[in-house]
Nanobody, 128 residues
Framework: QVQLVESGGGLVQAGGSLRLSCAAS???????????MGWFRQAPGKEREFVAA????????FYADSVKGRFTISRDKAKNTVYLQMNILKPEDTAVYYC??????????????????WGQGTQVTVSS
């Protein structure tokens, strides 16, 4: 039973920063050499969209164009934890942010929404 638990969401003014964390229980990547974790977000009335992904072993990253240059994804392999540092936040970044993990898959597959595990989400609200 693998669980992903997000934390770090909250209310911030435009131009500010937040850091999200996602901790994975157990050892979800122990069987495979290629794995990935990442973040998606969903605003009310909108479809879920990809934000960022990272390969577990090598740390390669991939970002949505809307956040490139502002957000940074990283991971701590020993803690099975992925982070999303969000800088220069904009009101359009307001959404519920979901952590995702893909076992035995590259980061580009995760970016396409093919994750095996999903967190419950954490709310990020950016005021004008």
């Amino acid at each position: 039973q693998v669980q992903l638990v997000e934390s770090g969401g909250g209310l911030v003014q435009a131009g500010g920063s937040l850091r999200l964390s996602c901790a994975a229980s157990g050892r979800p990547f122990s069987t495979f050499s290629t794995n990935a974790m990442g973040w998606f977000r969903q605003a009310p009335g909108k479809e879920r969209e990809f934000v960022a992904a990272i390969s577990w072993r090598g740390g390669s990253t991939f970002y949505a164009d809307s956040v490139k240059g502002r957000f940074t994804i990283s991971r701590d392999k020993a803690k099975n934890t992925v982070y999303l540092q969000m800088n220069i936040l904009k009101p359009e970044d307001t959404a519920v942010y979901y952590c995702a993990a893909a076992a035995g898959a590259p980061l580009y597959d995760l970016a396409r929404g093919l994750g095996d595990y999903w967190g419950q989400g954490t709310q990020v609200t950016v005021s004008s």
